[in-house]
């Protein structure tokens, strides 16, 4: 257990590295190449073997039954929200040009209507499954495919957003009613876009 807490919360961390360039450059008016150099992020994640949530979460559709992988996916899961918000503060205090970025992303999906991020969300799985699975299939071009076009679309990642949700809020306003039910919309979104290709290529014939 101790390992794969590790791994999470070094794929916060990468996560965080990812969402910090990303707002320096929306700051500058930089965007499109601030979602390309987000892509670090998950291609470090790739190659080292770290634990990010987006990134397992779509493989529970091959192991219903297995207790134990779906357990790891929750501790990932609560890891990496961890990580991303509490060193998102820390990058508020250090890098102060990315606040107002931040806060005007976050504050959109606060006022953005549930079923809205559902969808997004849905998205955003998919596109984080295929990320991770062409890298799993040889093809590390995915990391630099999938991960922009999520970002210049507006879909919504949940361990991204628990960053820029650190970064523009803090400790203040983080935990009411509305932003929980953001967090949840978004995370359930990502599960279920990350879970459509297995399932639906999958042979169901044993499970």
Not at 19 to 39: D, M, N, R
Not at 151 to 162: E, V
Not at 171 to 186: C, G, H, I, K, S
Request: charged residues 10%; hydrophobic residues 50%; proline residues 4%.
């Amino acid at each position: 257990m101790l390992n794969n807490i590790k791994l999470s919360i070094l794929s916060g961390l990468m996560i965080c590295v990812g969402g910090t360039i990303y707002l320096s450059c929306v700051a500058k008016g930089w965007a499109p190449l601030g979602a390309v150099l987000f892509a670090a992020g998950l291609y470090t994640i790739c190659v080292y073997g770290f634990n990010l949530y987006t990134g397992k979460v779509g493989y529970i559709a091959y192991h219903f039954k297995d207790a134990e992988y779906i357990k790891l996916v929750i501790l990932i899961l609560i890891f990496n929200l961890l990580t991303t918000y509490l060193l998102g503060i820390l990058a508020s205090y250090a890098f102060p040009c990315i606040v107002e970025p931040a806060k005007k992303i976050y504050d959109a999906k606060l006022c953005s209507p549930l079923p809205r991020l559902l969808i997004t969300g849905i998205f955003c799985g998919l596109l984080m499954f295929l990320a991770v699975d062409t890298w799993k299939k040889g093809s590390p071009f995915g990391c630099f495919i999938y991960i922009p076009v999520f970002i210049l679309s507006g879909f919504d990642h949940s361990i991204a957003n628990s960053f820029y949700n650190g970064v523009a809020n803090g400790f203040q306003n983080a935990f009411t009613t509305e932003n929980a039910a953001v967090v949840l919309t978004v995370i359930a979104g990502n599960a279920i876009g990350g879970m459509l290709v297995p399932m639906l290529t999958r042979s169901w014939k044993k499970v």
